[in-house]
């Protein structure tokens, strides 16, 4: 069965995304061939959580690295809205970016790994907009890294190596893959971070058809059903096309 074939036979799609979904809108991955880490290895060590507790050097990058402040300024591209049209049961997305939230209503959506938008004390588990902190940081209401009023240090709500994800929001996700989902389409990811990346896994234990689409290699291709190696535009412009859309924007 081809790409088409499988979402024309599909009653509950799942998605799940990745970096690679929002490289078009100009925010690089991680571990793609100009991703953050792939250009600058000790760069990881800005999302350990035990680095983040430790150093406040760390702290300090996590709230004024411009990764984030432009993140703030992103706009979804073409795959976004692409993913919108294929009308998921339930979308997945492992980005911080909230991209996918942009294009319009979702059913079902799980932001895996938490969003940058916003952030907690983690020690009081205030709630904070990191717009807000960032603009409290410039204008020296707040000392940088940020402190809340209880005395703990206040952190974007995006998981880091050595955290907890929440489990509501991926339990969620894994019982519709268990109960519901038949044909998964993983977009744009190494599938390479754990606990994700044994949802396909999951998936196929339950009888439902994976499918990977992402320009390289990725942990899963060998188990999959259906691997696509190329440009996600092209590929959902193409299965779009064939399914009769009539695609907006050329990819
Ligand atoms: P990753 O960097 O490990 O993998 C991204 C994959 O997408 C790479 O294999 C890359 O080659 C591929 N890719 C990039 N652009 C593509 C395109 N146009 N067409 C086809 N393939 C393309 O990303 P990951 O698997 O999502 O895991 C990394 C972690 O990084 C996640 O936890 C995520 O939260 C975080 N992250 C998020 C963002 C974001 O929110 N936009 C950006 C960078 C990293």
């Known amino acids: 069965m081809d790409l088409v074939d499988l979402l024309n036979s599909s009653k509950h799609l799942g998605i799940l995304t990745g970096a690679g979904v929002s490289t078009d809108s100009s925010i690089p991955d991680f571990r793609g061939p100009n991703g953050v880490w ?3 290895p ?5 999302s350990d959580f035990t680095a ?7 702290r300090s990058h996590h709230w004024m690295n411009p ?21 998921p049961s339930y ?16 059913s079902r959506y799980a932001e895996l790994h938490g969003t940058f938008r916003t952030a907690t004390c983690i020690e009081c588990d205030k709630q904070y907009i990191s717009a807000d902190v960032l603009k409290s940081i410039n204008d020296g209401t707040l000392p940088c890294p940020p402190i809340c009023e209880c005395g703990g240090y206040i952190k974007r709500d995006i998981v880091m190596f050595g955290q907890e994800l929440d489990w509501d929001v991926f339990n969620g ?6 109960e519901q989902c038949d044909v ?29 689409i992402n320009q ?17 535009a092209k590929v959902l412009g193409e299965a779009l096309t064939s399914l009769g859309f009539s695609v907006a924007k050329t990819p």
């Open 38 to 40: 792939t250009n600058s």
């Open 42 to 46: 000790s760069s990881m060590r800005n």
């Open 52 to 58: 983040f507790l430790a150093s406040e050097e760390v």
């Open 67 to 87: 990764f984030y402040a432009e993140l703030e300024t992103k706009q979804p591209n073409f795959v976004h809205e692409a993913i919108q049209t294929l009308c």
């Open 91 to 106: 979308l997945a997305t492992q980005n911080i970016d909230g991209l996918h939230t942009k294009v319009g209503p979702l």
């Open 173 to 178: 996700f894994e019982a519709f893959l268990k």
């Open 184 to 212: 998964l389409l993983c977009i744009g990811s190494t599938l390479s971070v754990f606990p994700v990346a044994a949802l396909p896994g999951v998936a196929k234990q339950h009888g439902v058809k994976v499918v990977v």
């Open 216 to 232: 390289e290699e990725t942990d899963f291709d060998d188990r999959a059903d259906l691997v696509i190696y190329d440009d996600i």
